[in-house]
C-alpha cells in the first residue's frame, strides 16, 4: 500500500529504537522506499548496519561524513513523508525550540513534507509539563502525532509512554498517506467478528471467527481514503485498530442495530462478520444451575444483517457478502448474491487448505450480480484485502 512512497525514517537516542528495525522491515515490505537518519545517541541503542540493511540504504547520522556534506535541504524535500519513531523528550524539545545540532533536526527544519512523530519516554517525563507544553507546540507547527500507550515501560514501571507497536505506525502513515488515495472522499460500513448469544450471565453461544478478514479489509479501505466504521463484535486477539470508526458489540441484535443505522450513510458496505443465525429463545438473569442428565435449549432466529441492508439498499450504494461454505459452494454464494441483494459474494470454502477462521490465510472467489467469476490463489489475509478492495474500487468507478 506505500508502493512508490517515500519515507524518511528518523530514529532518536530511546530504549524502543531497537522497535524502528521492525517498522523498517514493514515500510519496505509494504513497498516504501525508505531512508533512516539516525541521531547520534540513537546508535547508542540500535545499529545503523541492522537498519541500513533492513531498508536497503545507507543510514545517515551526521551533516559531514568524510568530505561528504548529507544534503539536508535535498533529503527534506525527497520524501513524501517524514516518521520520527521513537522520538525521544530531548528531540522532541528540540523540535519544539528549533535547535538545529544533529543532522536529523537539520532535514526536520528543511522538511516540506508532512511530519508524524511517534514519541517514546517514562511516564514522569512523559507527564512534566514541558513536555506537555512542547507537544503542544509541535502539533500548532502541523506535526502529527501517534498517541502514546500504557504497559511496562524501561524503568520497569508501568504506565504512560510507550512508544505505539510497529504496525500501529505503519497504519497511521498509510492513513495519512492516503487522503488522496482511490477511495478519498468515500465512506465504507465493514462488520467483523464474531457474535456472542447470551444464554445466562456466565454463558453464550459463539463461533471460531477471529475478524482479521474483516479488520484487513478495513484497514485497506482506510489506507486507501475511505472513512471506515467497524461494526465489531467480541474478538479475543489484539487487533489494530487505528484510525477506523469502531463500535463494539456483542450480539447479533447489537450488530444489526448498529449497522442498520451506520448504513444509509455510507458507500460501501462489507459484511464480513460471522452472525450467529440463531439466538436463544429465552435468556435467563440467573446462572442457570445444572439439574437433570440432559437439557435442551431452544433458538429463534437473528435478524439477517446483510439481507436488510440489500433490502434498504440504494443505487449508489455497493453491498458486498461473504459466504462461507463446506459444499456446493458455487451454488450457495450465488444463491446468497441473489436472495441477499448483494452486488458482490466473496466465497471462502472450508474445503481449502489455509482458509477460513482462525487462519492467517485465505482463499477466495468472488462472484458479482453481473455474472463474473473471479478465482484468487490462497494468500495472507492482508493481501486477500486488498484484492477485494481493488475490485470494490473497479465497480465503484464503473
Ligand atoms: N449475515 C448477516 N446476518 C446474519 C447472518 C449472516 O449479515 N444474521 C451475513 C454474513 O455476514 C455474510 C453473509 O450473511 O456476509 C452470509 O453468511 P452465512 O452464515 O454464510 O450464510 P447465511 O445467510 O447465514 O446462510 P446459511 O446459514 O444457510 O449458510
Known amino acids: 500500500m506505500l508502493r512508490g512512497k517515500k519515507i524518511l525514517l528518523g530514529v532518536t537516542g530511546s530504549i524502543a529504537a531497537y522497535k524502528s528495525a521492525l517498522l523498517t522491515r514493514l515500510l519496505v515490505k509494504e513497498g516504501a522506499d525508505v531512508k533512516v537518519i539516525m541521531t547520534p545517541a540513537a546508535r547508542d541503542f540500535i545499529s545503523p548496519l541492522t537498519l541500513a ?80 507544553e512542547n507537544l503542544l507546540k509541535i502539533i500548532s507547527y502541523g506535526n502529527k502525532v501517534i498517541p502514546v500507550s500504557s504497559g511496562e515501560l524501561a524503568s520497569g514501571l508501568f504506565g504512560e509512554g510507550r512508544m505505539a507497536e510497529p504496525q500501529e505506525i505503519l497504519d497511521y502513515v498509510e492513513g495519512h498517506l492516503s487522503a488522496s488515495g482511490d477511495l478519498a472522499g468515500k465512506k465504507a460500513l465493514v462488520t467483523a467478528g464474531p457474535t456472542h448469544e447470551s444464554i445466562d450471565p456466565v454463558r453464550f453461544v459463539g463461533n471460531y471467527s477471529s475478524g482479521k478478514m474483516g479488520i484487513e479489509i478495513a484497514q485497506n479501505l482506510r489506507s486507501r481514503g475511505a472513512e471506515v466504521h467497524l461494526v465489531l463484535g467480541p474478538v479475543s486477539q489484539p487487533v489494530s485498530l487505528n484510525g477506523l470508526n469502531v ?88 444463491a446468497k448474491l441473489s436472495s441477499k441483494n448483494a452486488d458482490m459474494i466473496v466465497l471462502n470454502s472450508l474445503n481449502d487448505e489455509g482458509a477460513g477462521f482462525g487462519h492467517d490465510t485465505n482463499k477466495i472467489t468472488i462472484f458479482d450480480k453481473e455474472g463474473h467469476t473471479y478465482p484468487f490463489d490462497i494468500k495472507s489475509k492482508k493481501e486477500v484485502a486488498k484484492d477485494i478492495v481493488d475490485m470494490i474500487i473497479q465497480k465503484t468507478n464503473a
Not at 444451575?289 to 449508489?316: C, H, P, V, Y
Request: neutral net charge; glycine residues 2%.
Open 53 to 132: 540493511t533492513l531498508s536497503k540504504n545507507p543510514v545517515i547520522t551526521e551533516l559531514f561524513e568524510g568530505n561528504q556534506w548529507a544534503d539536508h535541504v535535498r533529503l527534506g524535500r525527497w520524501a513524501d513523508v517524514m516518521v520520527i519513531a521513537p522520538l525521544s523528550c530531548n528531540t522532541l524539545s528540540k523540535m519544539a525550540s528549533g535547535a538545529c545540532d544533529n543532522l536529523l533536526m537539520a532535514v526536520y527544519l528543511s522538511a516540506t513534507c508532512p511530519v508524524i512523530v511517534a514519541p517514546a519516554m517514562d511516564e514522569d517525563m512523559w507527564k512534566h509539563p514541558s513536555t506537555k
Open 247 to 334: 463500535t463494539r458489540v456483542r450480539s447479533a441484535e447489537e450488530m444489526y442495530m448498529a449497522a442498520t443505522s451506520i448504513f444509509p450513510f455510507v458507500d460501501i458496505a462489507i459484511m464480513s462478520a460471522a452472525v450467529a443465525d440463531y439466538t436463544p429463545k429465552d435468556k435467563s438473569q440467573e446462572k442457570i444451575k445444572k439439574k437433570e442428565e440432559e437439557w435442551a435449549l431452544s433458538f429463534i432466529r437473528t435478524r439477517d444483517i446483510l439481507k436488510s441492508l440489500g433490502s434498504m439498499k440504494k443505487a449508489n450504494q455497493l453491498l458486498v457478502g461473504f459466504a462461507l461454505e463446506t459444499q456446493n459452494e458455487k451454488e450457495n454464494a450465488l
